[in-house]
């Protein structure tokens, strides 16, 4: 039996105080189901597949300290040590993928044409790239010694083959065919060959919108923007990285040489998206909290000032049962109100969110569960001021206050 | 009177721990996370060159593919943000603007002769003469180079005072030799550190990074092959253009380029200028799409660029409404506070105080808690801010920090928040009548 009638008439003469908690409860709402689909979103962005071995691989550049420096014999000399190293699986000249520093091209699937080219990221690399990377090779086949050509960058040299991404590939070929096909430059007719799909790799700017849109060239670049990509075996990065830092100075001390591991270039990368995961999921996490005190400030409040009646409806034989009964039902009403509310406000508050800051949109399904949360923090927050109302004696009815 | 409510207020506060506790905490959570967040966003709107914000402008030239955008979007409209290097050296032909600046970001090994020091990776700027007058950059020593050494090879360099104390102890090292990628620069003069957040003059490659150590002239290009560390972009195959030299005289955009104009008659013949270059090279088959250049101020090149960006507005949002929140709590909890308080304000009443003196002797009640809501919110968000400059991996290392001015808005949000909050119920517990409470008692 439930007693909503006393109820809805001790609230009404609560209206303001009852109103506010509701209304604090609807803006609860309306703030965190906006900052969960934030959060989510950084969350699913951050932990998509990269494509590449982000835990195994260690990178390495260096700059040289005199003029004149031969590069491509640098890169000769330091990857042959490199790949004697203990610990290495594989290594090559290219550049670190994920790190926010790249290259782009446009690629056209006919010669000559110079409007609609399908965008994508261009890395460089000899015929040990895709295993340093880690990468997976779904169809064709991967460089070989002979496909490798030493330029340099502003030579004008054009690639005749290239590797690209599965992503890349449908966009280019929509039809599914594209292995053995042949792309081109802006208003080119030489033709590149595609002789090998990888599975994926998010190329150097996994937050750009065509992000997993890459391409990879046969060739050694005589470029200062190069890293050397070192794959470890499970577990020897950081011993393979110190190695790294050791001899590349001893085979050679005229230059600065920096190592890094790739998983901290790649965290680097996404520290602006931790920050607002952190940031909100604190502000989350506060918030609920602010809530909870309210209602438990509130509900002592309420109780304080009603004990007597408490005291004339337990002598009346109520049950103890039935009086925390009473104050989790007025919970339960003035929450049901506030998520009322907050699931408008929410909608309102995302509408503006997503028009002015291209937010993603709340998708109902988890404003209900943010709803549900709140509820069940409402309620408990009730629960323990209501059953301490439970405990007041009904001698409390005899007395004055 | 005023002081006697003050001490009134206290005595409440005193009386019920539990519940003043909770409300200062109210406020000082809500206002620690908008005063974090709100911090961030001031400190990275930020304009280091707002002084001279009316006479500076940033340089654009719509010099881009007719038929792609220049960010990979449908919006065909959208300008460059740098410049290629022959129109920035025809630019610099001109003799209208007061002064101007055409440079980028570089970077160079550094050493010095005879030295225990380790070789480093001096973080550089190639830049016109007029760098230092243009943007109010001080010499400590020395001065900077000649103007023939914008077109023409000079290896002297400029340091900061950091740099100076690093590499020469903080000895006046004008005419000393460092050697950038092996090549050897004369110092010519030592300027005063000099680090505007953000780093409006450069807003393409991290705008919260640090400035450069090194200054070195523009006139270097072809002699050292210089390539620029900041953002190249091109979009058109030239296959004619080969080696470096082709680099150069290619469509490709990576020269920042500023000048300073005066008058608006100056900036009116710089506009002639540049339209009339516009259509010469228009006349030669370049900037295929419609006459279009940008002079744009240093505040506004600020917001076109975005340095504030989304993310940021989102949780100023956000942690307003959070305040919004904190607020209502206190509302809730005042109204409870002071209801309980009823019979007191009875007798005053009964007493003969006014609603009015009722009114405000509450009201000053909640102005303390927003004080002391205020200065926890502080320490609140100098806590936030030291975590926000972790999270962000050293991005947020230079814009994490709490001026003056921000730990009294911090305080000043509060005593709104709580006089907000403090209104109805104070206004509330004026409206009682006497009479109930003196039947009671």
């Not at chain 2, 005593?415 to 206004?427: F, I, K, M, Q, T």
């Amino acid at each position: 039996m439930l007693e909503l009638r006393p109820i809805l008439s001790a609230l009404w003469r609560h209206k303001i105080s009852a109103l506010l908690i509701a209304v604090q409860l609807g803006l609860t709402l309306a703030i965190v189901g906006n900052a969960t689909v934030v959060i989510q979103e950084r969350i699913e962005r951050i932990a998509r597949p990269t494509g590449v071995a982000v835990t195994d691989i260690v990178t390495a550049q260096f700059m040289p300290i005199a003029k004149n420096y031969d590069r491509l014999e640098a890169f000769r000399l330091d990857l042959d040590m490199i790949r004697q190293l203990p610990g290495v699986a594989a290594a090559t000249v290219s550049r670190a993928p994920l790190t926010g520093g790249g290259s782009g091209t446009g690629l056209y699937t006919a010669p000559n044409q110079e409007i609609g080219a399908t965008g994508g990221a261009q890395f460089w690399g000899d015929e040990h790239l895709i295993d340093a990377l880690g990468m997976k090779l779904v169809a064709g086949r991967a460089f070989t010694p002979n496909d490798i050509t030493e330029a340099s960058f502003s030579s004008g040299w054009r690639p005749n083959m290239a590797i690209v991404t599965q992503q890349l590939a449908d966009k280019l070929f929509a039809n599914g065919e594209a292995l053995g096909q042949s792309i081109y430059f802006s208003g080119e007719d030489n033709p590149i060959e595609i002789v090998g799909i990888v599975e994926r790799n998010l190329g150097p700017w996994p937050n750009s919108h065509n992000a997993g849109s890459t391409v990879f060239f046969p060739a050694v670049m005589d470029t200062q923007w190069f890293d050397y990509v070192v794959r470890a075996e499970p577990g020897q990065r950081e011993a393979v990285a110190k190695l790294l830092e050791e001899k590349l100075a001893e085979r050679d001390p005229q230059r600065v040489v920096a190592v890094n591991l790739l998983e901290d270039k790649l965290d680097r990368y996404y520290a602006g998206d931790n920050t607002m995961i952190q940031v909100l999921s604190g502000v989350v996490s506060m918030l609920t909290f602010i809530v909870a005190l309210g209602i438990v400030g509130l509900t002592v409040f309420w109780i304080t000032q009603r004990q007597k009646q408490i005291g004339v409806r337990r002598a009346l034989g109520a049950s103890r049962s039935a009086i925390s009964r009473y104050f989790l039902l007025e919970n339960l009403m003035i929450a049901t109100t506030g998520i009322v509310l907050g699931t408008a406000a929410a909608q309102i508050f995302n509408r503006f969110l997503a028009s002015e800051f291209e937010q993603p949109a709340l998708p109902l399904s988890t404003t209900a569960i943010c709803a549900l949360i709140l509820f069940g923090i409402s309620l408990a927050a009730a629960l323990v001021p209501a059953l301490r109302a439970a405990n007041i004696s009904p001698a409390m009815a005899t007395r004055s206050v | 009177m005023i002081g006697y409510y003050f001490s009134l207020a206290m005595r409440s506060l005193r009386g019920t721990p539990i519940l003043s506790a909770l409300m200062v905490a109210a406020i000082a959570v809500g206002v620690g996370a908008s005063m974090t967040v709100l911090t961030l966003n001031y400190m990275m709107s930020q304009n280091a060159l707002s002084h001279k914000d009316e006479v500076l402008f940033a340089v654009q030239l719509d010099s881009w593919d007719p038929n792609a955008s220049y960010r990979g979007d449908s919006n065909l409209t959208r300008m460059p943000w740098e410049l290629t290097y022959r129109d920035a050296q025809a630019l610099l032909r001109s003799d209208t603007p007061s002064r101007q600046v055409a440079m980028h970001r570089w970077g160079a090994t550094v050493t010095v002769d005879d030295s225990e020091m380790r070789p480093f990776i001096g973080q550089t700027r190639v830049t016109t003469r007029d760098f230092f007058a243009l943007f109010d950059v001080d010499f400590l020593h020395g001065g900077t180079w000649e103007k023939n050494a914008d077109s023409n090879p000079a290896q002297q360099v400029v340091i900061t005072r950091k740099t100076n104390e690093k590499l020469f102890g903080g000895e006046n090292s004008v005419g000393e030799t460092i050697n950038m990628d092996g090549h050897p620069f004369t110092v010519i003069g030592v300027i005063e550190n000099w680090n505007p957040v953000p780093k409006v003059h450069d807003l393409n490659n991290g705008a919260f990074d640090d400035s450069e150590a090194f200054y070195i002239p523009f006139g270097l290009h072809r002699k050292l092959e210089i390539f620029s560390w900041g953002n190249t972009n091109s979009w058109k195959h030239e296959e004619d253009l080969e080696g470096f030299e082709g680099f150069l005289q290619s469509e490709s955009v990576w020269i920042q380029y500023w000048v300073e104009l005066h008058t608006d008659e100056q900036k009116q013949r710089f506009e002639n200028f540049l339209t009339s270059y516009i259509q010469e090279q228009k006349a030669q088959g370049r900037f295929e799409r419609p006459l279009k250049f940008g002079l744009t101020q240093p505040s506004e090149w600020l917001v076109v660029n975005e340095v504030l960006r989304d993310d940021n507005r989102v949780l100023g949002w956000l942690s307003l409404a959070f305040l919004l929140v904190c607020v209502v709590n206190a509302v809730a909890l005042l109204l409870a506070k002071f209801l309980r308080k009823a019979p007191e304000a009875g007798v005053r009443r009964a007493l003969g105080a006014s609603r009015n003196a009722i009114f405000t002797q509450h009201l000053i009640e909640s102005v303390c808690i927003g004080i002391l809501g205020g200065l926890m919110g502080i320490l609140l968000s100098m806590f936030g801010l030291s975590a926000v400059k972790s999270l962000a991996m050293g991005f947020a290392d230079r814009i994490a920090q709490m001026d003056w001015l921000m730990m009294l808005s911090a305080v000043g949000l509060a005593v709104v928040a709580s006089l907000l909050a403090g209104l109805y119920p104070a206004w509330r517990i004026s409206r009682t009548s006497p009479s109930i409470y003196l039947k009671t008692q």
